[in-house]
């Protein structure tokens, strides 16, 4: 039996445990905007049978933050917290083309508790040419106020619905194409933010932020990947995001990878740019006749107008045999996020540094 | 009818001449895959999920990261 385990060098840290595969992952950002997270990730994976795994993992963002939204809300001051999450589920695969995937996923901070679940299904036919996949994922959210009993948190129901496709076009070309809808019912605005709206010439209200309960989203996206050669490769993609609050947005990326040494090294270099138009009843200020509020209102950036870019290099190295190991694969990769917010007065922009290590082994 | 409809669409793009086993080695990569480093793929997605309006139909389950 041929065993895989995958380890993470985490402040020199690793694990690998028997007949199984373990992983092992930590990514750290920061922004000029006083946002520092830290995500460090494990997870195990074992081998039952020939057809069935089964899988388990932890992350966590370990958060400090001094941000203008922490600035913007009703009692400004930083934070620390930290989200711990889990997943635990099953791989089988009845034949050599069907795959099913059942993933069950916890997560909690001091304001939000959530339990997903996931199921993905994929087929191969064409001689494993085509492969076809549905994604369904479920998520039962509670939202509220660090601090505040639970009794008063509010619901947050999610529902998502993604089938997808990923053909070989060539023996040097996959192409794919994915589709996902997703619907939100429930307490979708921050618990903490708070709006300004005018009343009259001199007179301010700041009242708790409004956002309509029901938000269907789409996204369709399209991918490429080419070999140009054995040691070349290229991939590229678009994407298109429309919801029923008015957002729309467009991603494009590209990256290329060079490997050598028959992939015992790997280097790479990607870069994303992405637009997003504001929701429909956002507003970076707001007015209203004394006495009355807009219905809906928002001091949330993420639905202004926005564009960013997103770059970064990365490079994986396999080792060879370590130990007990037969390989051992080191990576490492950096990005630069440079975000702009055309329409949100308090923040013009920030730009974030993302660095990330890890290293696998496989028995 | 769909799957006949689908069928020929990737004929049109990409012909339907075989592709054998013994011709899928450069597929076979790990550069050619988009599976193959999912925590980098999972942490980044999350990232972007925190901070931008339109990442939330992208895949990722759950969530409330107050990192926005």
Known sequence: MRLQVTLALLFGASTALGDSRATAFVSAYSDDDDLTVVSPELSLKQEVSDRVDVEAAYEADIISAASVDVMTAASPRGYSEVRHGLAAGAIWKPEREITFALKYLPSWETDYRSHGLSLRTAYEWLERRLEERL??????????????????????????????????????????????????????????????????????????????????????????????????????????????????????????????????????????????????????????????????????????????LLAGLRGEVGLGPVGFAEDVRVAVRSDVYDQHFLSFEPLEGRRAFIFQLGASAEY | MTRAALLLVLCLLGGCAPVHAWQRSTLA????????????????????GAREGSSGASGEVGGGCGCK
């Open chain 2, 29 to 48: 990569s790990r550069c050619m895959s988009p599976d193959s480093r999912p925590s980098e793929s999972r942490a980044r997605s999350h990232m972007l």
């Open chain 1, 135 to 308: 994604d369904v994922r479920v998520s039962f959210d509670r939202v509220g106020r660090a601090g505040e009993p639970e009794s008063e948190w509010h619901d947050l129901d999610i529902v998502a619905l993604g089938p997808s496709l990923s053909y070989v076009l060539d023996r040097w070309t996959v192409a794919s194409l994915a589709y996902e809808v997703q619907a939100q019912r429930g307490f979708q605005q921050s618990a903490y933010r708070f709006v300004p709206v005018r009343w009259s010439g001199t007179t301010t209200v700041s009242v708790p932020e409004e956002h309509p309960r029901w938000r269907v989203r789409h996204a369709l996206a399209l991918g490429v990947r080419h070999a140009l050669s054995r040691s070349w490769f290229l991939s590229g993609g678009y994407r298109h995001y429309r919801d029923s609050w008015g957002v729309t947005s467009h991603t494009a990326d590209a990256g290329i990878q060079h490997a050598m040494n028959h992939e015992r090294v790997i280097v790479g270099f990607d870069a994303r740019g992405y637009y997003q138009g504001e929701a429909s009843f956002y507003a970076e200020r707001y007015a209203a006749t004394p006495g009355t509020l807009p219905t809906y209102r928002s001091r949330d950036k993420m639905l202004s107008e926005s564009w960013s």
